[in-house]
């Protein structure tokens, strides 16, 4: 059975950090791509990074690229996000996915909400 659990999330204060993480089982994980979404109430979950399961190279959405870091540990089978400067714009559900084409999971999700 194919599982991606988040956790991490919680209440961070504007300027905080915050690190998720995404325990993945059930599939070979070092053969997937992996990357992080988050979806802001009212609207479309959206792309943050990834990293590729080959050569571990990233790329970042703008918004977060040199603020956001993902990481991977494949002995771990879990997938890194680490967040800096968390602005209150930030605040969304992160979802981890699991990607090896036609095959595509996804996490339950986890709340981050920055906030003074």
């Known amino acids: 059975q194919v599982q991606l659990v988040e956790s991490g999330g919680g209440l961070v204060q504007p300027g905080g950090s915050l690190r998720l993480s995404c325990a993945a089982s059930?599939?070979?994980?070092?053969?997937?791509?992996m990357s992080w979404y988050r979806q802001a109430p009212g609207k479309e979950r959206d792309f943050l990074a990834r990293?590729?399961?080959?050569?571990?190279?990233?790329n970042y959405e703008g918004s977060v690229k040199g603020r956001f870091t993902i990481s991977r540990d494949n002995t771990k089978n879990t997938v890194y996000l680490q967040m800096n400067d968390l602005e209150p714009e930030d605040t969304a559900v992160y979802y981890c996915?699991?990607?090896?084409?036609?095959?595509?999971?996804w996490g339950q999700g986890t709340q981050v909400t920055v906030s003074s």
């Open positions: 996915n699991a990607r090896r084409i036609p095959l595509d999971y």
């Open positions: 059930g599939f070979l994980f070092s053969r997937y791509d």
């Open positions: 990293i590729t399961s080959a050569s571990g190279s990233t």
